[in-house]
C-alpha cells in the first residue's frame, strides 16, 4: 500500500474578491521508503501541497490518503493525533524551539506522545542525535548553532517519532548548497536506513537530483514525473 | 508532565516581564492578606463589643426593627410585659441554658449639670448584668452595684461634656411612655469607656433597671427586652431558633415577642465596618483588574511574538489542549510563585503583629479602639490563594485558548 495517496486534489485560496487557485488537480502516489521531491518554481504551490499531505490544512476537492486512512474525514483530534504519530515536519527555517536545548528540542514530541517511557525517550533522543551527528552539541540552545546543525536537530525531532512520513518544505532554502546537498544526503541516508518515506519540496535542480522520483509542480499541476 | 518544562524555560527566558506580572499579583495576594486579616479583626473585636455591650448573643424583645440608628433614637414602641418576661427568662434557664439572661429597659434622656445639657442613650440593667463590664472599661469609680437605684455610668467623652467626676449628682429628665416630663437626680458612680464603641461617640449611659423603669414610667415592670448571653458565639442563632421552639411550644407564639441573634442587630455600627472593608476591598478589585489586564496583555504578546513557535507546536501533533496548558502553565508558575511569596510575607506580618498589640492612631482608632490585636488564621491564608489563582484562571483561559487555536498554516507561513 501506498504511504500516500492523492487524487484529484484542487485547493483555492480566497483573497478578499480575488481567488487563488494554487492547486488545479494534483494525484500522485508515494509508496512506502521512498525518497521523493516536489520540485518547481516559488508560487507553484509546494508548500500548498505539502501541508494538505500534513494534514495542516484541508483541500478544497479531492482525496487524501495516508496509509489506509482518508484524511479529509477526521476530525481535529484525530489529526492531531495522525500529525503526532505518523508524519514528521521539517520547515525551511527550522522552527526549532529557542528555550530549549538540543536534546530538549528532539525529545518535544516524545513528550506528548502516549506510552513512551522516559527510558524509551532518552534512548530514541540519544540515537537520532547519534544519527544526525550532534551528539556533542546536546546542550546547546539553537541560537547557538549554524544553519545546517539546526536543520539537523529539525530532522532529529521529525524522526523522534518513528513517523511513517516525513513532511519537509524547502528544507535546503536557508542553507548555503554544500550545506544543503549534505542534509539532503543525511535525510536520504536515514530514509533508506529507518524505511521512512520523506516528500521534500524545493526549487533548487542540484538538490532535487538526489531524490528518487521528482514531480515537476507548475502553476498548480504536476506537469511531469521522473524516476531515477 | 515534561512537556512543562517549556513553560518554566519560558518564564525564565524573559525575567523581566515576568517579574512584572509577578510583582502585581506579589501586591495583591499581600495586600488581601493584610486587609482581610485587619477587617476579620475589626469586624470581630466590634460585633464582640457590641454582644457584651448592648446586644448579647441574642435578643428577645416586643417590637422588630434596627436597634442602633443614626438618630440615636432607641426608645420601643411596645414593651415586654412582666410577667412574660419572667416565662421567657424561666424557658430559657430551664431548658437552653445561658450564661446570663439580663432583663433591660432602654431608653433616650438628657443629662444636665448646672446650664451644661447632653442628650444621652441610656439602658436599664436587673441585677443579674455582669457581661456589660467585661466592654466597659473604667477610667474612674466603679461598675455598678446591683440592684442599687439612682447610680449612673457614664462614657468619658460624656463626662468630659457635662464636666462631671465620680460622686457628683446629675439631673437626668426624659419623657415617659405616655407623653409625660420626669427627672431624677442620679450619682455618677464610674467613668469609662466602652471597648470600641466609644469611639463612634455613641452616647449611652448605664443604671440600674429600676430607675431606668421610672424614666420611662413602666409602672408594672415591663421591660425593653432580654438579653441572653451564651458561651459561644457561633451558636447564637439556633439557640434564637430553639428558644422560638419552645415559646411556641409553652402557647406564647400570640405575645407579638421577637427573638433577634446579634448578626441582625448591629445596625449602622457594623455598616460602618462593612463600609471600610468594601472600600478597600474595592481598591484590591482595582488592582485585580489590573493585574487581569496584565495577563491578557502578556498572553496578546505571546501569541505575537511566538507565532511560529505556536503553529510548529500544532504541526508537530502537540493537540490544542496541551497548547493551552502549556501557556497557562506559564502563566501559572509567575503567578503561584508571586502569590506564595505575597501571602508568606503577609502571613508572617500577621503572625508578628498578633503578638502585639497594636496602637491605632488617628482616624483608625475610630474603628479599632486604642489597642488592638490582629488575629492570624490559616484558612484565611489559603482562601486568598485560592481567589488569586481564580482570578489567574478567569483572565488566562481565553487568551491561551486563543493562542493555542491559531491555525497552523496561518502561522508556519514563509515570507
Ligand atoms: N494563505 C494563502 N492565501 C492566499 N493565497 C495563497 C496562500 N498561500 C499560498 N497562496 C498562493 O498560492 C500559490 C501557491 O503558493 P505556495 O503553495 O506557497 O507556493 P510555493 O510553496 O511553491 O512557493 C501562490 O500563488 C500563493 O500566492
Ligand atoms: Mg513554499
Given at each position: 500500500?501506498?504511504?500516500?495517496?492523492?487524487?484529484?486534489?484542487?485547493?483555492?485560496?480566497?483573497?478578499?474578491?480575488?481567488?487563488?487557485?494554487?492547486?488545479?488537480?494534483?494525484?500522485?502516489?508515494?509508496?512506502?521508503?521512498?525518497?521523493?521531491?516536489?520540485?518547481?518554481?516559488?508560487?507553484?504551490?509546494?508548500?500548498?501541497?505539502?501541508?494538505?499531505?500534513?494534514?495542516?490544512?484541508?483541500?478544497?476537492?479531492?482525496?487524501?490518503?495516508?496509509?489506509?486512512?482518508?484524511?479529509?474525514?477526521?476530525?481535529?483530534?484525530?489529526?492531531?493525533?495522525?500529525?503526532?504519530?505518523?508524519?514528521?515536519?521539517?520547515?525551511?527555517?527550522?522552527?526549532?524551539?529557542?528555550?530549549?536545548?538540543?536534546?530538549?528540542?528532539?525529545?518535544?514530541?516524545?513528550?506528548?506522545?502516549?506510552?513512551?517511557?522516559?527510558?524509551?525517550?532518552?534512548?530514541?533522543?540519544?540515537?537520532?542525535?547519534?544519527?544526525?551527528?550532534?551528539?556533542?552539541?546536546?546542550?546547546?540552545?539553537?541560537?547557538?548553532?549554524?544553519?545546517?546543525?539546526?536543520?539537523?536537530?529539525?530532522?532529529?525531532?521529525?524522526?523522534?517519532?518513528?513517523?511513517?512520513?516525513?513532511?519537509?518544505?524547502?528544507?535546503?532554502?536557508?542553507?548555503?548548497?554544500?550545506?544543503?546537498?549534505?542534509?539532503?544526503?543525511?535525510?536520504?541516508?536515514?530514509?533508506?536506513?529507518?524505511?521512512?518515506?520523506?516528500?521534500?519540496?524545493?526549487?533548487?535542480?542540484?538538490?532535487?537530483?538526489?531524490?528518487?522520483?521528482?514531480?515537476?509542480?507548475?502553476?498548480?499541476?504536476?506537469?511531469?514525473?521522473?524516476?531515477? | 508532565?515534561?512537556?512543562?518544562?517549556?513553560?518554566?524555560?519560558?518564564?525564565?527566558?524573559?525575567?523581566?516581564?515576568?517579574?512584572?506580572?509577578?510583582?502585581?499579583?506579589?501586591?495583591?495576594?499581600?495586600?488581601?492578606?493584610?486587609?482581610?486579616?485587619?477587617?476579620?479583626?475589626?469586624?470581630?473585636?466590634?460585633?464582640?463589643?457590641?454582644?457584651?455591650?448592648?446586644?448579647?448573643?441574642?435578643?428577645?424583645?416586643?417590637?422588630?426593627?434596627?436597634?442602633?440608628?443614626?438618630?440615636?433614637?432607641?426608645?420601643?414602641?411596645?414593651?415586654?410585659?412582666?410577667?412574660?418576661a419572667?416565662?421567657?427568662k424561666?424557658?430559657?434557664?430551664?431548658?437552653?441554658?445561658?450564661?446570663e439572661v439580663t432583663a433591660r429597659v432602654?431608653?433616650?434622656?438628657?443629662?444636665?449639670?448646672?446650664?451644661?445639657?447632653?442628650?444621652?442613650?441610656?439602658i436599664g440593667l436587673d441585677s443579674s448584668a455582669k457581661?456589660?463590664?467585661?466592654?466597659?472599661?473604667?477610667?474612674?469609680?466603679?461598675?455598678l452595684?446591683p440592684g442599687?437605684?439612682?447610680?449612673?455610668?457614664?462614657?468619658?467623652?460624656?463626662?468630659?461634656?457635662?464636666?462631671?467626676?465620680?460622686?457628683?449628682?446629675?439631673?437626668?429628665?426624659?419623657?415617659?411612655?405616655?407623653?409625660?416630663?420626669?427627672?431624677?437626680?442620679?450619682?455618677?458612680?464610674?467613668?469609662?469607656?466602652?471597648?470600641?464603641?466609644?469611639?463612634?461617640?455613641?452616647?449611652?449611659?448605664?443604671?440600674d433597671l429600676k430607675?431606668a423603669q421610672?424614666?420611662?414610667?413602666?409602672?408594672?415592670g415591663?421591660v425593653?427586652?432580654l438579653t441572653?448571653?451564651?458561651?459561644?458565639?457561633?451558636?447564637?442563632?439556633?439557640?434564637?431558633?430553639?428558644?422560638?421552639?419552645?415559646?411556641?411550644?409553652?402557647?406564647?407564639?400570640?405575645?407579638?415577642?421577637?427573638?433577634?441573634?446579634?448578626?441582625?442587630?448591629?445596625?449602622?455600627?457594623?455598616?460602618?465596618?462593612?463600609?471600610?472593608?468594601?472600600?478597600?476591598?474595592?481598591?484590591?478589585?482595582?488592582?485585580?483588574?489590573?493585574?487581569?489586564?496584565?495577563?491578557?496583555?502578556?498572553?496578546?504578546?505571546?501569541?505575537?511574538?511566538?507565532?511560529?513557535?505556536?503553529?510548529?507546536?500544532?504541526?508537530?501533533?502537540?493537540?490544542?489542549?496541551?497548547?493551552?496548558?502549556?501557556?497557562?502553565?506559564?502563566?501559572?508558575?509567575?503567578?503561584?510563585?508571586?502569590?506564595?511569596?505575597?501571602?508568606?510575607?503577609?502571613?508572617?506580618?500577621?503572625?508578628?503583629?498578633?503578638?502585639?498589640?497594636?496602637?491605632?492612631?488617628?482616624?483608625?482608632?475610630?474603628?479599632?479602639?486604642?489597642?488592638?490585636?490582629?488575629?492570624?488564621?490559616?484558612?484565611?491564608?489559603?482562601?486568598?490563594?485560592?481567589?488569586?489563582?481564580?482570578?489567574?484562571?478567569?483572565?488566562?483561559?481565553?487568551?491561551?485558548?486563543?493562542?493555542?487555536?491559531?491555525?497552523?498554516?496561518?502561522?508556519?507561513?514563509?515570507?
Amino acid at each position: 500500500m501506498a504511504t500516500v495517496a492523492i487524487k484529484e486534489v484542487t485547493k483555492e485560496y480566497v483573497l478578499d474578491k480575488t481567488k487563488v487557485q494554487a492547486l488545479r488537480g494534483v494525484s500522485l502516489q508515494v509508496e512506502e521508503g521512498e525518497f521523493v521531491t516536489i520540485a518547481g518554481s516559488s508560487g507553484s504551490g509546494k508548500s500548498t501541497l505539502l501541508n494538505l499531505i500534513g494534514c495542516l490544512d484541508h483541500p478544497t476537492s479531492g482525496q487524501i490518503f495516508i496509509g489506509d486512512t482518508q484524511v479529509h474525514t477526521m476530525t481535529e483530534k484525530q489529526l492531531d493525533s495522525l500529525r503526532l504519530n505518523t508524519i514528521g515536519f521539517i520547515f525551511q527555517s527550522f522552527n526549532l524551539i529557542p528555550v530549549l536545548n538540543v536534546y530538549e528540542n528532539i525529545e518535544l514530541p516524545l513528550l506528548a506522545m502516549k506510552g513512551v517511557s522516559a527510558e524509551e525517550r532518552r534512548s530514541r533522543v540519544n540515537y537520532f542525535m547519534e544519527a544526525v551527528g550532534l551528539k556533542a552539541l546536546a546542550k546547546h540552545k539553537p541560537s547557538e548553532l549554524s544553519g545546517g546543525q539546526r536543520q539537523r536537530v529539525a530532522i532529529a525531532r521529525a524522526l523522534a517519532t518513528k513517523p511513517k512520513l516525513v513532511l519537509a518544505d524547502e528544507p535546503t532554502a536557508n542553507l548555503d548548497s554544500k550545506t544543503g546537498i549534505e542534509i539532503i544526503e543525511l535525510m536520504h541516508e536515514i530514509s533508506r536506513r529507518e524505511k521512512t518515506t520523506f516528500i521534500f519540496s524545493t526549487h533548487d535542480p542540484k538538490v532535487m537530483q538526489r531524490a528518487d522520483r521528482i514531480f515537476y509542480l507548475q502553476d498548480g499541476v504536476i506537469n511531469k514525473e521522473e524516476k531515477r | 508532565m515534561k512537556l512543562f518544562n517549556l513553560s518554566f524555560k519560558n518564564v525564565l527566558e524573559n525575567p523581566k516581564r515576568s517579574m512584572t506580572l509577578g510583582f502585581f499579583i506579589f501586591l495583591v495576594s499581600l495586600l488581601m492578606v493584610l486587609s482581610n486579616s485587619f477587617f476579620a479583626t475589626v469586624k470581630n473585636n466590634l460585633e464582640n463589643a457590641l454582644i457584651d455591650s448592648f446586644t448579647g448573643h441574642y435578643m428577645v424583645r416586643a417590637s422588630e426593627g434596627e436597634l442602633f440608628r443614626t438618630d440615636v433614637r432607641w426608645w420601643e414602641s411596645s414593651y415586654v410585659q412582666a410577667d412574660q418576661a419572667a416565662q421567657v427568662k424561666q424557658i430559657i434557664e430551664q431548658k437552653l441554658g445561658a450564661t446570663e439572661v439580663t432583663a433591660r429597659v432602654r431608653h433616650n434622656a438628657m443629662f444636665s449639670v448646672g446650664v451644661q445639657k447632653q442628650p444621652s442613650m441610656i439602658i436599664g440593667l436587673d441585677s443579674s448584668a455582669k457581661t456589660y463590664t467585661k466592654s466597659f472599661e473604667l477610667v474612674e469609680g466603679r461598675h455598678l452595684t446591683p440592684g442599687n437605684p439612682d447610680e449612673l455610668l457614664l462614657s468619658e467623652f460624656q463626662a468630659k461634656k457635662l464636666e462631671v467626676k465620680v460622686g457628683d449628682i446629675i439631673g437626668v429628665e426624659s419623657v415617659t411612655k405616655d407623653g409625660d416630663p420626669i427627672e431624677r437626680e442620679m450619682k455618677v458612680v464610674g467613668i469609662g469607656n466602652m471597648n470600641y464603641i466609644s469611639n463612634f461617640r455613641f452616647p449611652v449611659a448605664f443604671m440600674d433597671l429600676k430607675s431606668a423603669q421610672a424614666l420611662v414610667g413602666l409602672t408594672n415592670g415591663e421591660v425593653s427586652d432580654l438579653t441572653v448571653y451564651l458561651d459561644d458565639k457561633s451558636q447564637a442563632e439556633s439557640a434564637a431558633q430553639s428558644l422560638q421552639a419552645e415559646m411556641t411550644a409553652a402557647g406564647m407564639s400570640g405575645t407579638g415577642l421577637t427573638i433577634t441573634p446579634f448578626g441582625k442587630l448591629g445596625g449602622f455600627l457594623m455598616s460602618t465596618v462593612s463600609l471600610y472593608m468594601s472600600m478597600f476591598n474595592g481598591f484590591i478589585g482595582l488592582l485585580m483588574v489590573i493585574v487581569a489586564i496584565l495577563i491578557v496583555n502578556l498572553l496578546f504578546m505571546i501569541g505575537l511574538e511566538r507565532r511560529q513557535e505556536i503553529g510548529t507546536l500544532r504541526a508537530i501533533g502537540i493537540s490544542r489542549m496541551q497548547n493551552i496548558l502549556i501557556f497557562m502553565t506559564e502563566i501559572y508558575i509567575i503567578c503561584y510563585v508571586a502569590a506564595l511569596a505575597g501571602i508568606a510575607l503577609g502571613g508572617i506580618i500577621v503572625k508578628i503583629l498578633s503578638n502585639f498589640g497594636l496602637k491605632a492612631a488617628a482616624p483608625l482608632d475610630y474603628l479599632l479602639g486604642r489597642e488592638f490585636f490582629i488575629q492570624f488564621d490559616w484558612m484565611q491564608l489559603g482562601s486568598v490563594m485560592g481567589v488569586v489563582m481564580t482570578l489567574v484562571f478567569i483572565a488566562s483561559f481565553w487568551p491561551c485558548y486563543r493562542i493555542a487555536s491559531l491555525k497552523p498554516v496561518d502561522t508556519l507561513k514563509e515570507i
